[in-house]
């Protein structure tokens, strides 16, 4: 169905679109991975290479309407689920001085705080392209936009869910069972077509930025349910989505040089309620060592309070803490090192974000994440022995 709207998108908008009104242009990346241990599950390799594509196309027809389309297509050397595309965004923008309203497939972002983003629900996590769960995939829908002095109103209306992503049997992440997405169900009769909606109110008090939504609809993240092959009897796991009701809360707030963050949901409709929250701090320090580079100390916890094995989560009662450095040179050099600690468990994940610009046109990524005195008991278990170094080269274009 995503090739079949791009396509008449491209068919229609072609003989109307005039080649000095259109702006084209996109990035091509090499990724590899490189697994510090021998992995846990059969058929899993000890490194991996692949390569994908970004295009963006926008057009301004000039009458306050605007087209705005994104594809992506991925291609990796070891993982089938891994190598695939999407088109991320392919929205009609029309705006006025009184609102706008946005219609295809869109992308929206909500949340404050660095290491997770509890609030952020509308777009579906596009899981096999990143661990931090911030790639999305596009999500269709009607947004509404209406600006005014005391803050701003949005509504959208979802007519079609989007099913997560998962590593195939021969990609690392994974669960110790594969997830099998071709026997996924729905709490809904409608299953994808259960038409979702969602609220939110956004507004500036003084240094703080607040906003706040309701969202009712098809859960993002799935139970993972057991099941066997009825032919070969093997064991797979396979999603099952659920409707929620879901109330959320975002805040950030400046003062000096401290920024303060907070992130809170109340979820209902999965067997019980329950609440999430995560808040914390980022200090900058700037010119540090009287030099042009900034270093900035973040600190958070993150509060789930979903216990004794009912819909296990990874960040149930944990602390993260981090250190931001930007060099503010030439390249744009910036370094982020972070660690996520189970106070419960002990479980931690230790890691490192480092970014810099070869030229115009090149940006040389790195990334790596080592799981620590990981506990069986954990969710996180299962990546014990994924510990990986991640090397990237975009060209931008």
Not at 22 to 33: M, N
Not at 213 to 226: I, K, M, S
Request: aromatic share 14%.
């Amino acid at each position: 169905m995503i090739k079949f709207l791009f396509a008449f998108l491209a068919l229609n908008l072609l003989p109307y679109t005039t080649v000095y009104a259109a702006e084209i242009r996109g990035d091509l990346s090499l990724q590899g991975f490189l697994f510090v241990s021998n992995p846990a599950w059969q058929n899993q390799g000890d490194q991996s290479a692949s390569v994908a594509a970004n295009v963006e196309f926008f057009h301004d027809f000039h009458n306050n309407l605007s087209l705005t389309i994104e594809g992506f297509y991925r291609i990796d050397s070891q993982d089938n689920e891994r190598s695939h595309g999407d088109l991320r965004m392919a929205e009609f923008l029309y705006y006025t001085d009184n609102f706008e309203i946005t219609a295809g497939l869109g992308h929206v972002f909500w949340g404050a705080t660095e290491f997770v983003h509890l609030v952020d629900i509308i777009n579906q996590t596009d899981q096999v392209e990143a661990l931090d769960g911030e790639q999305k995939l596009g999500q269709p829908m009607v947004h509404l936009t209406v600006p005014k002095e005391w803050g701003v109103m949005e509504a959208f209306a979802l007519p079609w869910f989007r099913e997560r992503t998962f590593p195939g049997a021969n990609g690392r992440f994974r669960t110790p069972i594969p997830v099998n997405t071709n026997q996924t169900q729905y709490e809904s009769s409608s299953k994808e077509h259960h038409f979702d909606f969602a609220f939110r109110y956004s507004t500036n008090l003084a240094t703080a930025d607040v906003g706040i939504y309701y969202f009712n609809g098809t859960a993002r993240d799935p139970v993972l349910r057991l099941a066997f092959d009825e032919i070969f009897k093997t064991p797979s796991l396979f999603p099952y989505y659920e409707q929620i009701g879901q109330t959320g809360l975002d805040i950030q707030l400046m003062a000096g040089e401290w920024l303060l963050k907070g992130e809170a949901y109340y979820r209902t409709g999965q067997s019980r309620s329950y609440a999430a929250t995560t808040f914390g701090f980022e200090y900058t320090f700037t010119a540090i060592a009287d030099t042009m580079m900034d270093m900035g100390l973040i600190g958070e916890y993150v509060y789930d309070d979903r216990n004794n094995g009912w819909l296990p989560t990874i960040y149930e009662n944990d602390i993260m803490a981090g250190v931001r450095l930007a060099v503010n040179d030439m390249a744009d050099s910036t370094v982020l090192l972070g660690a996520i600690r189970d106070l419960d468990s002990g479980s931690t994940i230790l890691a490192i974000e480092a970014s810099r610009r070869l030229g115009d046109s090149i940006r040389l990524n790195l990334d790596a994440s080592f799981f620590v005195d990981m506990d069986y008991e954990d969710p996180a278990f299962a990546m014990a022995k994924d510990d990986f170094i991640k090397l990237e080269m975009v060209y931008y274009w």
